[in-house]
């Protein structure tokens, strides 16, 4: 099919067919068949023409997980034809037969999984007890230096390298701790800085890397270029303890690099950036009174604008709304004129938040405003200008857990709901939903109070909350204190899919709500 997924074309119509993989030149598909009633080798032309058998061998033998070489001269696959499973190597007409791995002791006695690296130099592949556990390895094609990278105890696997196009990372999958389930976990070639890439697979796949000639260029504004598979965004406003013990305002790029401090003055947090990208508003308590400032995205620039919390940019750019200790919301031009009191009713209100066409806003409402302890707060919607307030979140919701298995289970009736974030480019809001003072999950809501989806399932019964979207409305940031050690920024799709660690980014207490610089 297209990269786009139009114009789908079958290639094969007989028995199972499987893992196609291209040659170089893109003209031939290598791929393993069960046509003779057991699994063989296969190539064909790319519109299905020309199916032709490499491998031929009797009904007890399986050869699988082709892998075409970078210069179209070699084609690796895994078979059992020596007794147990190992890697081998043919030419693409079948001949040449050769065996690229043996059995190295009862824990090393199988091997599979074939991966080139991008020069054709050498060849990753899983090596362990077919079906029970393994590791990653990597050997030269001449079959010398021999080198395990990951080193899992027994009964934990790590499977199905993939190389980064430069040949300078390899992505396997694995079920080890931290996963939470199978996961995806990426190390440089060497077999160094293992971590954790995405979680909650719960398959045993290789995943396929872009080639860098068809990514995206670099971006400006600090913004990165498709590492982490984060694509085109731009830096993260987030809040940091500076060494002194303060709270203050940092940028950092989604990999983690070139982390720069703003703020040096008070305790400063809740950055937001501006829809355009070139300035942030933060909240501020200097000289033991609490403000709404704006300064320029390199902390140049800064102006306190009037005594508030929470700022909230309008979409147009043009408007700043935020809460005071009243209870109230309020509105204000992006230089400090114009200051507004919008609500008035008895509800204790705060962390407003624009919907994308500026005509409603949503915000926490506390039911119960004196308890320290259970001060009930709920998320509400009112237009911009203040009236038709209401509650949004007017039901409870069963926060649901999912198992390493898979399985989902009951963990807790969500009574309570918070923290607030509008789309950019929907009606939907992003919010944390749980037991307030306790834990929760992340959120999202239709701004009609319906359709509400459960994004983190996160079993720990520690917090996941302060979402925030990027400027496409494709990805929610949000902190988490999953780990029991530290609290983390993480990021997952709006949909609930890829839900991950962002790089190394720890932050304390938690970040608060980061914000995602728009990229135009």
Request: net charge neutral.
């Amino acid at each position: 099919m297209a990269a786009d997924g139009s114009n789908p074309i079958q290639l094969t119509t007989e028995a199972d067919n499987a893992v196609p993989t291209w040659s170089p030149d893109g003209k031939r598909l290598a791929f393993a068949s069960k046509r003779t009633g057991h699994s063989e080798i296969w190539v064909m032309n790319a519109d299905g023409s020309d199916q032709t058998q490499l491998t031929k061998t009797d009904v007890a033998i399986a050869n699988d997980g082709p892998a075409w070489s970078q210069d179209g001269r070699k084609i690796a696959f895994y078979s059992n034809r020596s007794g147990h499973y190992a890697i081998w190597l043919m030419d693409p007409d079948g001949s040449q037969l050769t065996q690229f791995t043996t059995a190295d002791g009862d824990r090393y006695l199988d091997s599979n999984a074939p991966a080139w690296s991008p020069d054709g130099s050498k060849i990753a592949y899983w090596s362990g007890v077919a079906h029970k556990s393994g590791n990653i390895w990597v050997m030269n094609v001449d079959g010398s230096n021999r080198k395990q990278l990951t080193d899992q105890p027994v009964g934990i696997n790590a499977d199905g390298p993939a190389w980064s196009p430069d040949g300078k990372k390899i992505l396997f999958s694995s079920n080890r701790p931290g996963s939470q389930g199978i996961g995806n976990w990426i190390m440089d070639a060497d077999g160094s800085d293992q971590r954790v890439f995405t979680t909650n697979t719960f398959v045993r796949a290789r995943p396929s890397w872009q080639p860098s000639s068809a990514t995206q260029p670099s971006v400006t504004n600090g913004s990165s270029s498709d590492d982490e598979g984060e694509g085109k965004y731009g830096l993260i406003a987030l809040t940091f303890k500076d060494q002194a013990g303060k709270l203050q305002i940092f940028t950092i790029r989604p990999d983690g690099s070139q982390k720069k401090q703003l703020t040096f003055e008070g305790d400063n947090g809740r950055p937001e950036w501006s829809p355009d990208g070139t300035r942030i508003a933060f909240a501020t308590i200097r000289d033991g009174k609490g403000s709404v400032g704006v300064m320029a995205a390199d902390g140049s620039s800064q102006k306190l604008l009037t005594e508030g919390r929470h700022p909230s940019w309008s979409r147009d750019g043009k408007r700043i709304a935020f809460a005071r200790v009243d209870g109230q919301i309020w509105v204000m031009n992006v230089d400090g004129s114009s200051i507004r009191q919008i609500t008035r009713s008895n509800s204790f209100k705060y962390g407003p938040s624009w919907s994308p066409d500026g005509k409603q806003m949503v915000f926490i409402l506390l039911k119960n405003p004196e308890s320290k302890t259970d001060p009930q707060p709920q998320i509400g919607i009112m237009n911009s200008d203040g009236t038709n307030e209401r509650i949004l979140t007017a039901n409870d919701r069963s926060n649901v857990c999912r198992e390493p298995d898979g399985r989902e289970s009951f963990l807790a009736t969500a009574h309570d709901a918070n923290a607030p974030a509008w789309s950019p480019v929907d009606n939907r809001i992003a919010m944390w939903s749980g037991i307030e003072k306790r834990y929760g999950q992340v959120w999202v809501i239709n701004s009609d109070g319906m359709g509400s989806v459960q994004l983190t399932k996160e079993c720990s019964r520690r917090n996941n909350d302060d979402p925030s979207w990027s400027q496409d409305g494709r990805k929610i940031l949000f902190s988490t204190g999953r780990s029991g050690v530290h609290n983390e920024l993480w990021v997952i799709d709006s949909d609930g899919r890829n839900e991950k660690r962002l790089s190394n980014i720890d932050a304390y207490p938690f970040p608060g709500r980061a914000s995602w610089q728009p990229i135009h």
